[in-house]
């Protein structure tokens, strides 16, 4: 803390150079006020993403639009002026009849728009995508997807480099390559040996799941274990869209991770899935359970999707709280510290539990928190929190895409076939989990086979 007299001082030359510095903005921004904006090109601007292609099979497609000016500059905020990006999409043929959902273009107040689009039918001969700016084309448009284009509930499963390349999926995945790297090696065997006496009694969240044929089988093994139909969910999906690997593996569904036994133990760690990892464990860590299922619903009444939240980046820096802020369940003790401490510092940090099942008897103490929506949680605080928040917003932009949550499971269950040590079996016990019984899946697979070029 400054003394009282100091204080004033500096808050004087603050002033001082607030004055000076609403001065040079006032005489630059008159400057700037003679020379309007250039106008937005639709030549110019630019357009990609996953959903401009046929083959790449999602639950919700999409794609972006960058502005550009008739300067060919890029557009940094949202364009000015009443004309907005509008996009049509229909059937290739008009004997193709198909609903899609498709909602206005996302601002993301850079420049750039994201666009969503949900198909409730497949179509054989295929899409043409239009995309206009004060009704002249934009870029490439219009867009041809050639069909077959399918849609999500259709099982049509590719060949896995021929699904992988439409997805532009990455190579490697540094977090998967470092997570395996303690397990050069995967005895089935002794898993099954291991595993439930180790972890499905005391934790009572593991799911043992079977993968052959494409088709899935599965155990729970505990009685905190409903969350599996997060886990059913997306491993269905993928088996819809790709020839998964022949596969048996333990899926902790609990919101901590589970095995803390380290490389040069004896014995040594099992390779447990989950959907969270720290530095003193060795799960293999898959994308939680809350993006997953949000990637799957999106467009269909979920708002928290990590598409959707790209237009709904919450107020302008200056006028967001300064204050740690925390909602969730009890699934952790910590989080019922977070909440004590809440209550000790109301001006740093507003946190509360919202519903009670690990800790009941804590309830009364501590209180229930109302549930916040998503977008409040966008209100955070200082200088530095500013720079995280634009970098992981790059981050996020570029990584946690739906279409790479694909690749990424895809990529773990295959990095885990190929160090499978026996074959995978249905063990007694074993479930089959069908795919949805829903008529808006039933379609007919066109694609042809790939030839050995294309392989």
Not at 198 to 225: C, D, E, P, W
């Amino acid at each position: 803390m400054l003394p009282r007299g100091a204080r004033g001082c500096l808050q004087t030359a603050l002033l001082l150079g607030t004055a000076v510095l609403w001065a040079s903005r006032q005489s630059f921004s008159e400057a700037a006020a003679a020379e309007p904006p250039p106008a937005v090109s639709a030549e110019r601007s630019l357009v990609w993403g996953p959903g401009l292609r046929a083959e790449a099979t999602l639950p919700v497609r999409y794609f972006w639009l960058q502005a550009v000016g008739s300067d060919g500059r890029n557009f940094t905020r949202s364009p000015p002026g009443n004309a907005q990006f509008e996009v049509k999409i229909k059937p290739i043929s008009p004997k193709e009849v198909v609903q899609i959902h498709v909602p206005k273009f996302l601002d993301r107040n850079d420049g750039s728009f994201l666009m969503r689009y949900r198909l409730y039918g497949s179509v054989k001969e295929g899409l043409k995508v239009e995309i206009l700016y004060g009704g002249a084309h934009v870029a490439e448009s219009p867009y041809i997807l050639k069909g077959p284009v399918y849609h999500e509930y259709c099982e049509c499963p590719e060949d896995a480099q021929i699904w992988e390349k439409s997805l532009s999926c990455p190579s490697e995945h540094p977090q998967i390559t470092e997570d395996f790297a303690v397990f050069p090696s995967i005895d089935l065997q002794r898993m099954f040996d291991e595993v439930p006496p180790r972890f499905a009694q005391k934790m009572g969240s593991i799911v043992h799941y079977t993968v052959i044929g494409n088709h899935i089988y599965r155990r729970s093994l505990g009685k905190y274990t409903d969350f599996k139909m997060f886990s059913d969910e997306m491993l269905l999906s993928l088996a819809r869209k790709v020839h998964l690997p022949d596969v048996e593996f333990y899926l902790n569904v609990a919101d901590w991770p589970v095995e803390h036994r380290k490389a040069n133990d004896t014995p040594g760690p099992l390779p447990i899935l989950s959907w969270c990892g720290s530095l003193d464990s060795a799960d293999l860590v898959l994308p939680t359970y809350n993006v997953t299922h949000s990637t799957l619903e999106t467009l269909r009444g979920v708002t928290n999707d990590l598409l959707s939240i790209q237009g709904n980046t919450g107020p302008a820096w200056d006028n967001k709280t300064e204050q740690g802020f925390f909602r969730g369940r009890d699934s952790r003790e910590e989080r019922l510290q977070l909440v004590q401490l809440s209550k000790e510092n109301p001006e740093l940090l507003d946190a509360g539990i919202t519903g009670y099942f690990f800790f009941r008897e804590k309830e009364a103490e501590l209180g229930k928190a109302p549930l916040m929506g998503f977008f409040d949680f966008f209100k955070e605080n200082d200088e530095e929190v500013r720079k995280i928040a634009k970098e992981g917003q790059a981050a996020a932009r570029e990584l946690l895409q739906p279409h790479r949550f694909y690749c990424y499971y895809f990529k773990v269950f295959q990095k885990y076939a190929e160090r499978q040590a026996g074959r995978p079996e249905i063990r007694d016990g074993m479930e089959f989990v069908p795919q949805p019984d829903d008529r808006t899946s039933v379609c007919s697979c066109h694609r042809k086979k790939p030839s050995k070029e294309e392989l």
